[in-house]
Structures are given as structure tokens and as C-alpha cells.
């Protein structure tokens, strides 16, 4: 199993980006996914988090701007960001928990990160 994150990019305050994670491999069910950021200097920290029955989880910080959502039939991710200030700069991961074999629990993956840059 693999994460593809693309989508990141350099956009002025007040604007807005749309990241996306495709999953692709061994995949049978995937219960949960989420993005998280890190920025310079800082922890890893949780942005959004959704799970295969429609439970949401956002960051105070997200709320109300950031929106994630999937696309099961092309096991993709995305994470809908407007409103984008410069405190949002920050690398993106996305991660998934996946299952792969009916037999078998879901494991976590990360994708490889994308960089998402707000000029003020």
C-alpha cells in the first residue's frame, strides 16, 4: 500500500488550496483517514480525521475553513483549505489506516508530505 499526497503549493492569505492522497495497492476497507501538518520548529499535529461511518474530527485551528472528504471509488483523500492564513504554512501528511485482507486489521500509512506555503 502506497499515499500519493499532491496538491500543496505557494498562495496568498485568504485563499485556498485543495490537497489530495490517493491510496492505491491491497485495499479492502479503509477506516480511517486523516491529514496532519508540521511546520518548521514544531510537532506533527492533527489537522482533520475522517472515518468510513462519516465522524469527523478538525483541529480548532481548521474549523469552519478546512474540509475533509473522500472518494471511495478512487480511494482518494482530499482536505479542502480556504481562508488560508499564514500560521497554516506547514508540510501536509496524509495518513490512512488500510486494510488489506479481509483476515487481517487495518495498518496505518503516511503519504510522503506536501508542502502548502500562505504569504501574507
Known amino acids: 500500500v502506497q499515499l500519493q499526497a499532491s496538491g500543496g503549493g505557494l498562495v496568498q492569505a485568504g485563499g485556498s488550496l485543495r490537497l489530495s492522497c490517493a491510496a492505491s495497492?491491497?485495499?479492502?476497507?479503509?477506516?480511517?483517514v486523516g491529514w496532519y501538518r508540521q511546520a518548521p520548529g514544531k510537532q506533527r499535529e492533527l489537522v482533520a480525521l475522517?472515518?468510513?461511518?462519516?465522524?469527523?474530527n478538525y483541529a480548532d485551528s481548521a474549523k469552519g475553513r478546512f474540509t475533509i472528504s473522500i472518494d471511495n471509488a478512487r480511494n482518494t483523500v482530499h482536505l479542502q483549505m480556504n481562508s488560508l492564513k499564514p500560521e497554516d504554512t506547514a508540510v501536509y501528511y496524509c495518513?490512512?489506516?488500510?486494510?488489506?485482507?479481509?483476515?487481517?486489521?487495518?495498518?496505518?500509512?503516511w503519504g510522503q508530505g506536501t508542502q502548502v506555503t500562505v504569504s501574507s
Open positions: 495518513n490512512a489506516h488500510i486494510q488489506s485482507q479481509l483476515s487481517q486489521p487495518a495498518y496505518g500509512y
Open positions: 475522517l472515518s468510513n461511518v462519516g465522524s469527523t
Open positions: 495497492g491491497s485495499i479492502v476497507n479503509i477506516p480511517i
